[in-house]
């Protein structure tokens, strides 16, 4: 096991992480920009370090930084958390050359991984039915051809990251011309890379993926699925598990899938299957992400499993010692994430400080975040504030509770989206498990906000 | 991991180990005794270098007021700096590092010396890639705030310039 592990990110995930090697009995060491001098990590950290400007790719996206940062404070592995270095197989490989350990896959499988195009085609090869797509888009006119190949409309998406960035669907070669340079510069200046591929667009689709962890030696389980049909402009809002678009044997079959393929193509430490269901419960792969997911702790609500704990013993080499049998998925979770976005002016991110703080508490209530009272939100990082996950030991139960858990919170100073969600939790699609990704672009956020109060 | 390169690093730490343990002690020691400003010693594709402290040397008294900042403490900072570039506190002739790394003075430069603005006082080295570290001001380079070879933050003050009034 590790002596010292280096936490090479932020906001609630740099938390998250420390909470785990205290748990372990790891030492810690918190990577930091000038930004977040005063965030709840540095503020709990036995040992932290300034690593660059607020600038991400001077800090958080600067692999040299981040590495001499570990060496200096004699760290044997670096944890990346999730976006920034996450998935860079360069950095994973880097970190190996100087004597650490990276927590995730390892480089070499990161790097079987790291094409979108290659992992379709190498999960199909393993039984997986996936989506249509292109390989890496070269200039306009292959990206025309491939739409016309794979049959209008399709998804334009970044190679790198997530979080919706850089994504548009397009029903026309004029709208694609048109979205592929809004998405290029969205991409670069989100991931500095620009490169994009094309996806089949299903419509009316959900957004299901599928939990697995898989150690050095090939035993794999399947920590069930999330449905992260919520969303708005590809960004997952609400996420819960189980899905309550699926009955029991569409989840095993779907679960049973994602991890046989995954086990017998070499995947190694944790990682995320996502794929779009469509109306006829029909599930196509899309993309396999290779790290820690904000939604995880919907899953380990229900399996009791500590997830970054896990990621941790396995890259120290730690066997899985136990199996499918044991994992049991109890109840309902959903996550709420609760962004600094202002929903009456097109969400647009805010920053300031938070005036005051309280998180709710009671049964089955979580509340992930690096909020405090008097924090300042840095403008220069994505605007989650936190995360409030509810456990109930059937859905109606998890809904109640949640009900109950948003009316209970106090965040002042500050606007958030958490009238989005007050107003979600009593909405009828939602109640109903009948939400899909399109539908709060389809109404319109806004529309949807006034329809509620009105209501 | 493959087993070669587990053996690698497993060498790597006995290396490191011994270095620690054995060399650096006796170095420290013989270099202490010695009038000698450097020490370097070579073995198997390693390297350690022992520079006597300038500051020590050339600012006597030491200040024993001033008590090496730690590197890794949260919270404990002198000054907050912004902006692009190696922050500075060019104002106060702070010298900030410009990165996370070794620090490294240059050599022959002295305490007492006098400097132009952009004048080269040492390095900052991050995984063998050098990062200058420069005076902000025209002035007389006051003190050294952090030895040769310890280990920096960025941001953190390493060196204060007097400017010329």
């Known amino acids: 096991m590790f002596s010292k592990i280096l936490i090479a990110n932020r906001g609630e995930i740099a938390l998250r992480i420390q909470r785990a090697c205290a748990q372990l009995g790891i030492a810690s060491v918190v990577a930091y920009s000038e930004a977040d001098r005063d965030s709840r990590a540095v503020q709990l950290a036995d040992e932290a370090v300034c690593i660059g400007p607020a600038e991400s790719r001077r800090s958080y996206l600067s692999a040299s930084a981040l590495l001499s940062a570990a060496l200096v404070a004699g760290c044997d592995a670096i944890h990346p958390g999730y976006g920034f270095l996450s998935e860079d197989d360069t950095f994973a490989e880097m970190v190996r050359a100087h004597g650490l350990t990276f927590i995730g896959p390892p480089a070499e499988v990161l790097e079987r991984f790291a094409s979108k195009a290659g992992t379709r085609t190498l999960l199909a090869k393993h039984g997986l039915p996936t989506i249509q797509g292109s390989p890496m888009l070269r200039d306009d006119a292959h990206a025309l051809a491939e739409a016309e190949r794979i049959d209008y409309p399709v998804l334009i998406k970044p190679s790198a990251g997530g979080g919706g960035k850089g994504m548009r669907m397009v029903r026309s070669p004029r709208e694609l011309q048109q979205a592929m340079t809004i998405c290029r510069s969205e991409a670069m200046a989100a991931f500095h890379d620009d490169s994009l591929y094309l996806e089949k667009w299903l419509e009316e689709n959900r957004h299901v993926e599928v939990q697995v962890i898989v150690d050095r030696y090939g035993n794999g389980v399947h920590v069930g699925e999330r449905d992260c049909s919520v969303q708005r402009r590809h960004q997952k809002i609400v996420e819960e598990a189980r899905s309550p678009a699926m009955n029991d044997g569409q989840r095993e079959a779907l679960c049973e899938a994602a991890i046989k393929a995954v086990v017998e193509a070499g995947y190694e430490n944790l990682g995320t299957l996502e794929f779009l269901l469509d109306r006829d419960g029909n599930f196509y792969f899309i993309e396999i992400n290779c790290r820690i997911q904000v939604e995880h702790p919907i899953t380990e609500m229900l399996s009791g499993i500590d997830l970054v704990t896990e990621q941790i013993r396995i890259a120290a080499g730690e066997p899985l010692g136990y199996t499918q049998q044991d994992v049991s998925l109890r109840g309902h979770a959903i996550e709420f994430r609760i962004n600094a976005e202002d929903t009456a002016h097109d969400f647009r991110p805010q920053a300031g400080i938070v005036a005051s703080y309280l998180p709710p508490g009671g049964p089955g209530v979580r509340m992930d975040s690096h909020m405090y009272s008097g924090y300042e939100v840095p403008p220069y990082y994505d605007s989650m504030l936190g995360k409030l996950v509810v456990w109930g030991s059937d859905r109606n139960e998890a809904l109640a509770r949640s009900r109950r858990a948003l009316d209970e919170i106090v965040l002042d100073g500050i606007v958030t989206n958490l009238p989005l969600h007050r107003a979600l939790v009593h909405h009828r699609t939602f109640l109903d498990g009948e939400f899909t990704t399109n539908l709060l672009d389809r109404v319109g956020s806004a529309a949807f906000l006034d329809a509620a109060a009105a209501a | ?165």
């Open chain 2, 1 to 165: 991991m493959s087993d070669a390169m587990d053996e690698q690093a497993q060498d790597g730490r006995t290396t490191i180990a011994r270095l620690v343990e054995h060399v650096v002690p006796e170095l420290i020691e013989r270099l202490t005794k010695s009038k000698l400003g450097e020490l370097e010693v070579r073995e198997n594709g390693w390297r350690v270098r022992l520079r006597k402290p300038l500051a020590e040397a050339m600012a006597p008294p030491p200040a024993a007021t001033r008590t090496p900042h730690p590197v890794m403490a949260p919270g404990v900072h002198a000054a907050s700096h912004a902006g692009v570039g190696a922050p500075r506190d060019s104002a106060r002739g702070i010298v900030a590092s410009p990165a996370v790394g070794y620090f490294a003075p240059r050599r022959g430069i002295e305490v007492g010396a006098s400097v132009r603005s952009g004048d080269l006082l040492g390095h900052v080295d991050v995984l063998g890639v050098r990062h200058e570290v420069v005076s902000p001001v025209d002035g007389a380079l006051r003190t050294f705030e952090v030895e040769s070879g310890q280990a920096v933050e960025y941001g953190q003050p390493i060196a204060r310039v007097e400017a010329e009034a």
